[in-house]
């Protein structure tokens, strides 16, 4: 540990200037000093000489007399002086009255001696003087050179010191801020609410404990702006242990949020290629999982229907050796139909379940194409002509002539409009009518994809398939694109609902046996093809309505 009193500077160093207004009483005193092997660097006999001679000549130490001829006298040239010079400064007085000590002490003297001065007292109070003094520098020194910012208080809260990083901070500097309150030069607020927050050294005297500020507070410095800072309070107690004022530390905030704010972004950073990394290995086990899956389920019904067309064969051998059809046989053969029906059904739905989940894992093959819908849409709906003619309704197809060409996945959109139209024949009623059309439109981006903005419209088309004589309740409209949701029947006889299976098709091969999915699957087809599907039904028709891009963009 270092000794901060052992290196004391000795006699032949220290300097010292005389003031006194009492030439003679000056000349003995200088004479005294040189004998106790001072040196005295000159005499003032004013308060504003003697701050004009300790500017210029920067001395030691200053034996001040209280009295001094002029305006001014001692104590008002001691206190100059130690707010501009921070030179030690020792009264040197004939009156001891009560009223001229008490004006003395406010200036924080290193000593008074009372005339007739002997010498062995002027050398005790010079030598005590300057080992205060040097202990003071040395702890001044360590504050000054402090990263952190240092108040001190009184227990009246008025500020007695600050060192050079607190007058960075606050804006003000010591001379401006001593004797001021706190609150008035270190005033706090919520980074949030901007509500001014309690100054931890309010805590720190109430509890007689170091108290420390709470997150996220900004300092109002001199001239309004704010800084984030950190700190802590705590009470100064004299030897007896009674409480003196209180000491505040902080510290600009900034470089630590700041860094803090770094660590967390290079850890969010870290945990998001952890997530890539175990998204693209579910990813990984996803696609394996569909294609084991698709093998694994497709490869038993394969072999039930091949099973199926063997019995086909074996009974139509049967019945070319057998001249009459015998009842037995036609039993036979129709539960054969049953069983090629199921099956189908369980292949269709195999299918579907299979193309939901490569769209969800994003590995449903895209294949981009430009094309002219009015030369298209005739083309896929020419198939459905003779399934609406046996079921005795009306298909018409309305495309205006100068629709722009559109770039999308020709397969995909195939199988949306297929499965629409055949939803459409399933469950119109005879009779009725069934009519598809298209026209352009401002579409905007649903879907959140980052090659289209989400506020800015973009050109579309709209492929409407609509159906007369049936309706979907309200409440059940946004249902029926759910897994295997069916609705209810409708209960007006005049009106066939669109999920009413009592209806017995001619030709039930034709609609692929429906497997409950179908527009589960056009809606996530539509919307990998970054367009969106809405569906209406009132006043005896329901329409679905397909919205896309005249433009896909590759998002896969």
């Given at each position: 540990?270092?000794?901060?009193?052992?290196?004391?500077?000795?006699t032949?160093?220290?300097?010292?200037?005389?003031v006194?207004?009492?030439y003679?009483?000056?000349?003995?005193?200088?004479?005294s000093?040189?004998?106790?092997?001072?040196?005295?660097?000159?005499?003032a006999?004013?308060?504003?000489?003697?701050?004009?001679?300790?500017?210029v000549?920067?001395?030691?130490?200053?034996?001040?007399?209280?009295?001094?001829r002029?305006?001014s006298?001692?104590?008002?040239?001691?206190?100059?002086?130690?707010?501009?010079?921070q030179?030690?400064?020792?009264?040197?007085?004939?009156?001891?009255?009560?009223?001229?000590?008490?004006?003395?002490?406010l200036?924080?003297p290193?000593?008074?001696?009372?005339?007739?001065?002997?010498?062995?007292?002027?050398?005790?109070?010079?030598?005590?003087?300057?080992?205060?003094?040097?202990?003071?520098?040395?702890?001044?020194?360590?504050?000054?050179?402090?990263?952190?910012?240092?108040?001190?208080v009184?227990?009246?809260?008025?500020?007695?010191y600050?060192?050079?990083?607190?007058e960075?901070?606050?804006?003000?500097?010591l001379?401006?801020?001593?004797n001021q309150?706190?609150?008035?030069?270190?005033?706090?607020?919520?980074?949030?609410?901007?509500?001014?927050?309690?100054?931890p050294?309010?805590?720190?005297l109430e509890?007689?404990?170091?108290?420390?500020?709470?997150?996220r507070?900004?300092?109002?410095?001199?001239?309004?702006?704010?800084?984030?800072?950190?700190?802590?309070?705590a009470?100064?107690?004299?030897?007896q242990?009674?409480?003196?004022?209180?000491?505040?530390?902080?510290?600009?905030?900034?470089?630590?949020?700041?860094?803090q704010?770094?660590?967390?972004a290079?850890?969010r950073?870290?945990?998001?290629?952890?997530?890539?990394?175990?998204?693209?290995?579910?990813?990984?086990?996803?696609?394996?999982?569909?294609?084991?899956?698709?093998?694994?389920?497709?490869t038993?019904?394969?072999?039930i229907?091949?099973?199926?067309?063997m019995l086909?064969t074996?009974?139509?051998?049967?019945?070319?050796?057998?001249?009459?059809?015998?009842?037995?046989?036609?039993?036979?053969?129709?539960?054969?139909?049953?069983?090629?029906?199921?099956?189908?059904?369980?292949?269709?739905?195999?299918d579907?379940l299979?193309?939901?989940r490569?769209?969800?894992?994003?590995?449903?093959?895209l294949?981009l194409?430009?094309?002219?819908?009015q030369?298209?849409?005739?083309?896929?709906?020419?198939?459905?002509?003779?399934?609406?003619?046996?079921?005795q309704?009306?298909?018409?197809?309305?495309?205006?002539?100068?629709?722009?060409?559109?770039?999308?996945?020709?397969?995909?959109?195939?199988?949306i409009?297929?499965?629409?139209?055949m939803?459409?024949?399933?469950?119109?009623?005879?009779?009725?009518?069934?009519?598809?059309?298209?026209?352009?439109?401002?579409?905007?981006?649903?879907?959140?994809?980052?090659?289209?903005?989400?506020?800015?419209?973009?050109?579309?088309?709209?492929?409407?398939?609509?159906?007369?004589?049936?309706?979907i309740?309200?409440?059940?409209?946004?249902?029926?694109?759910e897994?295997?949701?069916?609705i209810?029947?409708?209960?007006?006889?005049?009106?066939?609902?669109?999920?009413?299976?009592?209806?017995?098709?001619?030709?039930?091969?034709?609609f692929?046996?429906?497997?409950?999915?179908?527009?589960?699957?056009?809606?996530?087809?539509?919307?990998?093809?970054?367009?969106?599907?809405?569906?209406?039904?009132?006043?005896?028709?329901t329409?679905?309505?397909?919205?896309?891009?005249?433009?896909?963009?590759?998002?896969?």
């Amino acid at each position: 540990m270092i000794d901060i009193s052992s290196d004391i500077s000795t006699t032949k160093t220290v300097k010292v200037l005389v003031v006194e207004d009492e030439y003679i009483l000056a000349i003995n005193l200088q004479e005294s000093l040189e004998s106790l092997g001072y040196t005295v660097v000159d005499i003032a006999d004013t308060a504003e000489a003697a701050i004009e001679k300790a500017t210029v000549l920067r001395p030691t130490l200053i034996l001040m007399d209280i009295r001094l001829r002029g305006e001014s006298d001692g104590i008002q040239a001691a206190e100059a002086i130690w707010n501009d010079l921070q030179i030690p400064i020792i009264y040197v007085t004939g009156h001891s009255d009560q009223s001229t000590v008490e004006r003395a002490t406010l200036t924080f003297p290193f000593g008074y001696i009372l005339k007739p001065i002997r010498d062995q007292e002027l050398y005790v109070a010079i030598q005590t003087a300057l080992n205060r003094y040097e202990r003071e520098q040395f702890l001044s020194t360590v504050l000054r050179g402090m990263g952190d910012g240092v108040i001190v208080v009184d227990p009246q809260l008025q500020i007695k010191y600050m060192n050079q990083v607190a007058e960075t901070l606050t804006g003000w500097q010591l001379y401006e801020a001593r004797n001021q309150l706190l609150e008035k030069i270190f005033s706090l607020v919520d980074e949030q609410s901007k509500i001014p927050v309690l100054n931890p050294i309010h805590t720190a005297l109430e509890q007689k404990t170091t108290a420390y500020l709470s997150d996220r507070t900004l300092l109002i410095t001199k001239d309004k702006k704010t800084i984030p800072i950190a700190d802590s309070a705590a009470p100064l107690r004299d030897n007896q242990g009674k409480i003196t004022g209180a000491v505040l530390v902080f510290r600009d905030d900034t470089q630590r949020r700041l860094s803090q704010e770094r660590n967390l972004a290079s850890e969010r950073a870290h945990q998001l290629e952890i997530q890539m990394a175990e998204l693209q290995r579910l990813n990984q086990l996803k696609e394996d999982f569909l294609a084991a899956t698709s093998h694994e389920m497709r490869t038993p019904l394969s072999n039930i229907k091949m099973a199926i067309t063997m019995l086909e064969t074996i009974l139509d051998r049967r019945r070319m050796i057998q001249s009459g059809k015998p009842p037995e046989l036609n039993a036979v053969a129709r539960y054969i139909n049953i069983l090629r029906y199921e099956c189908e059904r369980e292949l269709n739905l195999i299918d579907d379940l299979l193309n939901m989940r490569f769209v969800d894992a994003d590995m449903y093959p895209l294949e981009l194409t430009s094309m002219r819908l009015q030369d298209w849409l005739p083309h896929i709906t020419e198939s459905y002509q003779d399934i609406a003619q046996t079921q005795q309704q009306i298909l018409k197809v309305e495309v205006p002539p100068d629709l722009p060409n559109v770039t999308t996945d020709l397969a995909i959109l195939t199988r949306i409009l297929s499965e629409l139209l055949m939803n459409a024949c399933k469950h119109t009623p005879l009779g009725a009518i069934i009519t598809v059309g298209v026209q352009l439109t401002q579409i905007f981006n649903q879907l959140n994809f980052p090659e289209i903005s989400p506020d800015v419209p973009i050109s579309g088309v709209e492929i409407i398939v609509s159906n007369s004589g049936v309706e979907i309740p309200v409440k059940e409209q946004a249902q029926i694109f759910e897994p295997f949701y069916r609705i209810s029947q409708n209960q007006n006889q005049d009106k066939l609902s669109i999920f009413d299976y009592t209806q017995v098709m001619q030709n039930a091969s034709t609609f692929n046996h429906g497997s409950g999915l179908g527009l589960t699957l056009v809606k996530k087809l539509v919307e990998y093809l970054q367009g969106n599907i809405t569906v209406t039904s009132s006043q005896g028709w329901t329409r679905f309505i397909v919205q896309l891009p005249l433009t896909l963009s590759e998002h896969v």
